[in-house]
């Protein structure tokens, strides 16, 4: 099983950015918690470079929920890279790599080297460029590769905020301190009038736990009901290392 090596001493998270007017970052999340999202995105940009951690999830995909799988990944802001390896439940894929512009398509679309689960698959051949938003990835993942990480889920997440708040739909609280993997958290709620896959907002519920330490989401779950009994998605980063130097190299495709 492959291991994820640092070439740099890392540091156990970003450097500590006091909120605006002296406020902690609990009393902002009680008085303005999309305030509060928005700080923790400032406070992430410029600051981390990239990090590598253990992803777990599970997700509803064309009704079914499927198994919860586990991944370790590599990731890099710039170029925005994610280098997937699949621990634990691998589905038709062992390992993704997608590098924001370096493979497209005949019709510009974006594609990102696969790995095939199962060694048989392997003798034939080591990856094949896939669409990441093409019928195999939808049928595989909720969302594509292109929206993992910790900045693309607060863009999102504080999107359909936005987008909420100006129907005057939105309904978010900070809920107070709560705990998650043995960590202690942050905790929000937002509520949206979902009506569907096809409607105008990704989910009825969404639970958010920002880290303490790190100040960012590291676990996200998303249901389509408030009684929390259909699971849309639950999205989960532990482990995480910050600003390991990652390089070109750790987003390769192997053998090319």
Same mark, same amino acid.
């Given at each position: 099983?492959?291991?994820?090596?640092?070439?740099?001493?890392?540091?156990?998270?970003?450097?500590?950015?006091?909120?605006?007017?002296?406020?902690?970052?609990?009393?902002?999340?009680?008085?303005?918690?999309?305030?509060?999202?928005?700080?923790?995105?400032?406070?992430?940009?410029?600051?981390?470079?990239?990090?590598?951690?253990?992803?777990?999830?599970?997700?509803?995909?064309?009704?079914?929920?499927?198994?919860?799988?586990?991944?370790?990944?590599?990731?890099?802001?710039?170029?925005?890279?994610?280098?997937?390896?699949?621990?634990?439940?691998?589905?038709?894929?062992?390992?993704?790599?997608?590098?924001?512009?370096?493979?497209?398509?005949?019709?510009?679309?974006?594609?990102?080297?696969? /790995?095939?689960? &199962?060694?048989?698959?392997?003798?034939? $051949?080591?990856?094949?460029?896939?669409?990441? %938003?093409?019928?195999? *990835? @939808?049928?595989?993942?909720?969302?594509?590769?292109?929206?993992?990480?910790?900045?693309?889920?607060?863009?999102?997440?504080?999107?359909?905020?936005?987008?909420?708040?100006?129907?005057?739909?939105?309904?978010?609280?900070?809920?107070?301190?709560?705990?998650?993997?043995?960590?202690?958290?942050?905790?929000?709620?937002?509520?949206?009038?979902?009506?569907?896959?096809?409607?105008?907002?990704?989910?009825?519920?969404?639970?958010?736990?920002?880290?303490?330490?790190?100040?960012?989401?590291?676990?996200?779950?998303?249901?389509?009901?408030?009684?929390?009994? /259909?699971?849309? &998605?639950?999205?989960?980063?532990?482990? $995480?290392?910050?600003?390991?130097?990652?390089? %070109?190299?750790?987003? *390769? @495709?192997?053998?090319?």
């Amino acid at each position: 099983m492959e291991t994820l090596v640092s070439r740099q001493t890392p540091i156990a998270a970003p450097p500590q950015l006091e909120p605006p007017s002296g406020k902690s970052f609990a009393a902002l999340a009680k008085s303005d918690p999309v305030g509060a999202l928005r700080l923790a995105l400032d406070r992430y940009e410029g600051r981390v470079h990239d990090y590598t951690c253990t992803f777990v999830k599970q997700e509803r995909v064309g009704g079914r929920l499927k198994d919860e799988q586990e991944t370790r990944v590599r990731f890099r802001e710039d170029p925005f890279s994610v280098n997937m390896l699949w621990i634990r439940n691998a589905d038709q894929a062992r390992r993704v790599i997608y590098v924001e512009g370096r493979w497209t398509g005949r019709r510009g679309e974006k594609l990102a080297a696969v /790995e095939p689960a &199962g060694s048989i698959a392997r003798l034939f $051949v080591s990856d094949v460029l896939r669409p990441i %938003d093409g019928v195999e *990835a @939808r049928a595989a993942a909720r969302k594509t590769i292109d929206q993992f990480g910790f900045a693309r889920t607060l863009r999102r997440i504080l999107k359909f905020c936005d987008l909420a708040a100006e129907h005057g739909e939105l309904d978010i609280k900070y809920l107070g301190e709560g705990s998650f993997a043995g960590r202690a958290t942050y905790l929000l709620e937002r509520r949206l009038p979902y009506k569907g896959d096809a409607g105008l907002y990704p989910d009825r519920l969404l639970i958010i736990h920002i880290d303490q330490e790190y100040l960012l989401p590291t676990s996200c779950a998303s249901y389509a009901d408030e009684a929390q009994t /259909e699971l849309l &998605g639950r999205y989960v980063l532990r482990d $995480v290392r910050f600003n390991v130097g990652l390089t %070109d190299s750790d987003f *390769a @495709r192997e053998g090319k």
